[in-house]
């Protein structure tokens, strides 16, 4: 069973800095490219930053470029979403998700994805 786990989300002044964590369990984690998504209320799924599971290349939306940050720890199966400067805006619930085995990279659609957690809530405050 795969599971996906976030944690570290919460509620955070515009400016601010949060840090997510998503800890993967039942799948070979450095084999699988990795993505954060972020969801507003009403809205769809918006891809946020992907890491490649070869090389920890990095593709940030162009939302994020500059503020966000995406790495991963294979030996303990995890992967980060540092945000920085946070704005009003970003307030959403963010999940982490798995790609498919053997995908290409990087993919860009929820439903290019093979697992997804729960999502973590991100508030930012005006």
């Known amino acids: 069973q795969v599971d996906l786990v976030e944690s570290g989300g919460g509620l955070v002044q515009a400016g601010g800095s949060l840090r997510l964590s998503c800890a993967a369990s039942g799948l070979t984690f450095s084999r699988r490219h990795m993505a954060w998504f972020r969801q507003a209320p009403g809205k769809e799924h918006e891809f946020v930053a992907t890491i490649s599971g070869s090389d920890s290349s990095t593709y940030f939306a162009e939302s994020v470029k500059g503020r966000f940050t995406i790495s991963r720890d294979n030996a303990k199966n995890t992967m980060t979403l540092q945000m920085n400067n946070l704005k009003p805006e970003d307030t959403a619930v963010y999940s982490c998700?798995?790609?498919?085995?053997?995908?290409?990279?990087?993919?860009?659609?929820?439903?290019?994805?093979?697992?997804w957690g729960q999502g973590a809530q991100v508030t930012v405050s005006s």
């Open positions: 998700a798995a790609g498919k085995y053997g995908s290409g990279w990087p993919k860009l659609r929820w439903r290019e994805y093979a697992y």
